[in-house]
């Protein structure tokens, strides 16, 4: 029996069609002619992680990546137990790590001078203020929780707060931490956490292979809960496709972009 390719073997298994694109299968580019780009990836839901990872590990992409403790798709969180063989090969593969704080709540406002409001969007977790000491603890957790699972992991001193939303004192207490905040480019956006009926892969697609730009911070996510069309069915030809235009994937410095 003719072996399916890993797209149609993911729309299989998430009972999705096989995105339709362009055939964008050459080879990367020994140079970088094109310029350098920083994936990241944050954690999300983590429903398609198994498929992203070969995709990088078969083009030989390098990405940064930030993890939370988060809800995952199998009813645990994206650090726990079950996740500790996923990102132990992750951090063997040579990709770098940072922090997306421990339970991706969300930075709402600042209290003072000195504290930050933080607060969940999951029904019945409520909201906290966090001051200095407690920000820092919110973004070591994950880090922690990773050595765990992969003590060789190599670790920025970046974190990216929920969303790419920061408050004035947010940042300055995370900086106290030793850590500086990394957002993502203008282009960088790459759409997997938009509707899917609005924005289908292949609009995601031509989008990316349009807009990117040398320098730019891509940010995409392991799996994303409220995507139908899931992003992983197209995300192999958004890397073919930038690699045959020329560019080249790199970490983030530890300074950040």
């Not at 070969?54 to 403790?69: G, M, P, Q, S």
């Not at 289908?200 to 409220?226: C, F, K, Y």
Request: charged share 20%; proline share 6%; hydrophobic share 45%.
């Amino acid at each position: 029996m003719k072996a399916l390719p890993r797209r149609s073997l993911l729309a299989a298994a998430l009972g999705a069609a096989p995105a339709l694109s362009p055939a964008l299968a050459a080879p990367a580019l020994p140079q970088c002619r094109a310029g350098t780009l920083y994936l990241t990836i944050d954690t999300g839901w983590g429903r398609e992680a198994e498929a992203i990872a070969a995709v990088l590990r078969e083009r030989e992409v390098k990405a940064t990546l930030f993890v939370a403790d988060e809800p995952d798709f199998r009813g645990g969180t994206t650090l726990g137990p079950g996740w500790a063989t996923f990102w132990r090969d992750r951090a063997a593969e040579g990709h770098a790590f940072a922090s997306h704080t421990a339970r991706h709540w969300y930075f709402t406002g600042d209290v003072g001078a000195d504290r930050v409001r933080y607060a969940s969007r999951r029904r019945g977790e409520g909201s906290e203020v966090l001051d200095g000491p407690a920000l820092c603890a919110e973004l070591s957790r994950p880090i922690g929780l990773l050595k765990q699972a992969a003590p060789e992991a190599q670790v920025l001193p970046l974190w990216r707060a929920p969303g790419g939303r920061t408050t004035p004192n947010a940042l300055r207490l995370a900086r106290a931490c030793g850590l500086r905040h990394q957002g993502w480019s203008g282009n960088g956006f790459l759409g997997d956490e938009l509707d899917s009926a609005a924005h289908p892969n292949s609009a995601l697609l031509a989008q990316a292979l349009r807009r990117t730009r040398d320098g730019e911070v891509l940010i995409m996510h392991w799996g994303v809960r409220s995507r139908r069309e899931p992003f992983g069915l197209v995300f192999e030809d958004v890397v073919t496709g930038l690699q045959a235009k020329g560019f080249c994937f790199a970490l983030l410095p530890a300074s950040g972009k």
